[in-house]
């Protein structure tokens, strides 16, 4: 497996413009979340789904942001419209989601995208 | 979710053991240790977990203090590529609500050659 895959691997793009970020999670893995990361404000979960729902929201910054996850193979975050403070790199990540409730679980990176809001 | 304190920045020469503190002390009974590194530009990356026993495998050793408020991920020979920022967070494992995982400032480590 390629592990999770996340495209494009390096986004710049003008205030005002609408952003699509990719992901394409490890087959077969449950759970996908999007993170944030910033020098300011670290690493923050944005949304996490569970067999392609959304199930906490509670992170995404503000309306601009809306994900969808349409299958299990493909995940999009976009920002509509974009901000320079929008500018972060933003991880997708997902785990097996194993049962029974004593199991633990691991999440798995991709690289992140990188963007700059320009 | 229980939070963690973790020192910001560490160094460790080359070859020697790099033990990496966190504490934990509002941990409850069921919620897990796990550690994760950073390396620059990179995604997080899994290291090891545990519960209540020391835990060991290819990359670290994790130790866990008896009442389990604190514990500390050992890398017994660390190298160049293991400087990164380390990640201690504990986490009650829930399938309802899925796994997520709060981070918090981590410790810088810097293996020095």
Redesign the interface.
């Known amino acids: 497996d390629a592990g ?1 895959i996340q495209s494009p691997r390096h986004e710049v793009t003008e205030m005002g413009q609408e952003v699509t970020l990719r992901c394409k999670p490890i087959s077969g893995h449950d ?1 996908l ?1 999007w993170y944030r990361q910033t020098m300011m404000r ?2 923050e ?1 944005l949304i ?1 789904f ?1 067999n392609n729902v959304p ?2 929201d509670s992170g995404m910054p503000e309306d601009r942001f809306s994900a969808k996850m349409p299958n299990a193979s493909f995940s999009t975050l976009k920002i509509q419209p974009s901000e320079p403070r929008d500018s972060a790199v933003y ?1 997708c ?1 997902n ?1 097996p ?16 995208t990188r963007l700059t809001v320009l | 979710d229980a939070k963690t304190t973790q020192p910001p920045s560490m160094d460790c020469a080359e070859g020697r053991a790099a033990n990496l503190p966190c504490n934990h002390s509002t941990i409850s009974g069921n919620e897990y240790v796990y550690w994760y590194r950073q390396i620059h530009s990179q995604g997080p990356q899994y290291i090891i977990h545990g519960l209540k026993n020391n835990e060991t495998n290819e990359m670290a050793s994790l130790i866990i203090t008896e009442d389990r408020k604190s514990s500390t991920l050992i890398l017994p020979h660390a190298t160049l590529r293991d400087t990164a920022v380390y990640y201690c967070i504990v986490r009650t494992p829930n399938p309802y609500t899925g796994n997520q995982f709060y981070f918090g400032t981590g410790t810088s480590l810097t293996v020095i050659p």
Do not use: M, R
């Open positions: 999770v759970y979340f670290g690493l979960l996490y569970n199930i906490d991880f990540a785990s989601g194993v049962l029974p409730p004593t199991s633990t679980d691991t999440q798995y990176f991709g690289p992140g």
